[in-house]
């Protein structure tokens, strides 16, 4: 195994997956910054603090108290959750929730003492669900994307990777990303990986779908060179679409996902952020993965990356 900040070549226009990742990492130290806002203010600075009181009044329970003692003195958590994303998170036949993600998290409540109770959400709802007071938290880890860090706090240690691969059909001449320079590609519509792919690939061409299922289609019959798709995606593509592969080279792009919360409940952001580097630094979050989503990833030869010691990422495969 190999950390992801140390290897791949450049790629695109000068852009590295390292400094993708370093990108990633400012992203979660911007998290933190956030957290802890309400605490590097000065006395003198009376409008500051006043701005950064609120904004700790938001993140606390009404009483004043940390979410953290909300749960601990109630015995429940209440979890803003989507349960669509198999292997992550998803219901078994009998319409449990499970996946890589429901079973952390169930970790994480056992530790405390306390059950969670899944508020079943809408992804894009999640968010402003979580500002409505809907739930206390996230119960899954989404993506650490900055715009996000405005509006709340991110824990500063993954609680998973997500990889994303680059799909060809079986008989492509491309074997690296340099021969698909000028390509066209096919990608779901307001993705990441739309956005990040127009920077890596600055003078490829690329047509936006509303369904994975028809930027797969794309590639299949011609229209498009290439389309990316996150590792779970890819998976779940290649089973369907026998004359596409992946292109084999490491993941174009690694992002980092954790848990949310509102902003200011910094005994909340701590203990969650510790708990995370503890499970990780003890394989806790490996095993995990390895049962969830290595199956998968090496069946179709895919590189994956799990957490490891202090969040750090350690690839899998290829």
């Known amino acids: 195994r190999t950390s992801l900040d140390e290897t791949g070549p450049e790629v695109g226009a000068g852009t590295s997956r390292r400094r993708l990742l370093q990108a990633g990492g400012l992203g979660l130290l911007g998290a933190t910054t956030l957290g802890l806002a ?16 609120a904004t700790t009044t938001a993140g606390t329970s009404s009483s ?3 979410i953290l003692d909300k749960w601990t003195r109630e015995k429940t958590a209440k979890l803003g959750v989507d ?18 993600q429901v079973e952390v998290t169930e970790l994480m409540m056992k530790e405390l003492g306390v059950t969670p109770e899944y508020v079943e959400t809408p992804f894009a709802q999640l968010f402003p669900g979580l500002s409505a007071g809907k739930f206390d938290m996230l119960g899954i880890a989404v993506t650490i994307l900055p715009s996000r860090a405005l509006r709340g706090d991110f824990a500063d240690i993954p609680a998973f990777y997500e990889s994303n691969v680059v799909v060809v059909k079986s008989d492509s001449g491309a074997s690296s990303l340099d021969d698909l320079a000028t390509s066209k590609f096919a990608v779901l519509q307001g993705s990441s990986q739309a956005a990040s792919a127009r920077t890596l690939f600055p003078k490829a061409t690329f047509n936006e779908f509303a ?28 089973g369907d679409n026998k004359d596409l592969k992946a292109l084999a080279v490491p993941p174009l792009f690694v992002d980092a996902n954790s848990y949310f919360m509102k902003q200011g409940d910094t005994k909340l952001w701590l203990w969650v952020s510790n708990w995370l580097r503890y499970e990780a630094s003890h394989g806790t979050l ?5 049962k969830w989503v290595v199956p998968n990833t090496s069946k179709f030869d895919l590189q994956t990356a799990v957490v490891g010691t202090n969040g750090v990422a350690e690839t899998i495969g290829q």
């Open 211 to 238: 369904a994975e299922t028809d930027a797969a289609t794309e590639v299949s019959v011609g229209r498009a060179d290439a389309a990316i798709f996150s590792e779970f995606s890819t998976s779940s593509v290649l």
């Open 83 to 100: 349960l669509s994303f198999p292997p992550l998170q998803f219901k078994d036949d009998s319409g449990k929730p499970t996946g890589y």
């Open 64 to 66: 004043g108290d940390s």
């Open 286 to 290: 490996k095993g995990l993965w390895e």
């Open 38 to 53: 309400g605490c590097s203010l000065g006395d003198d600075d009376k409008e500051s603090s006043t701005a950064a009181a």
